[in-house]
């Protein structure tokens, strides 16, 4: 039984993982934005930008706000503060979640 759940476990984690926010997308978003900035910045000294490309700039720049905000927000935020575990188990707060070491005879 115990090794059994102490590899659904390590399975539940290992998932987990898998599924956590990547910061390297977000980065690459700010390095595609940059380059807009610095490529509209660079035609506007001969033509000035249209509307289209400024309103797609200025959502790009909201949406990576958005997400900025987001990834803050659960970053900080405490998932063992309610105190999930029961039973005496050990709380450990994790990217948009938490998970418990349970004592032994709980799971």
């Keep these: 039984q115990s090794g059994s759940g102490s590899n659904l476990v390590s399975r539940i984690i290992s998932l ?23 490529n509209l910045l660079s035609q506007s000294s001969q033509t000035p930008p249209n509307d289209s ?15 900025l905000q987001e990834v803050k927000t659960d970053l900080e935020e405490d998932n063992c503060a309610s105190n999930p575990c029961l039973h005496g188990g050990t709380c450990y707060d994790r990217y948009k979640g938490f998970y418990c070491n349970c004592i032994p005879g709980w799971m």
């Design 16 to 38: 987990e993982n898998k599924l956590k926010f990547d910061p390297r997308v977000l980065q690459s978003s700010v390095e595609l934005l940059k380059t807009q900035v610095s």
């Design 53 to 67: 490309q400024l309103r797609t700039l200025k959502t790009t720049v909201e949406q990576l706000q958005a997400s």
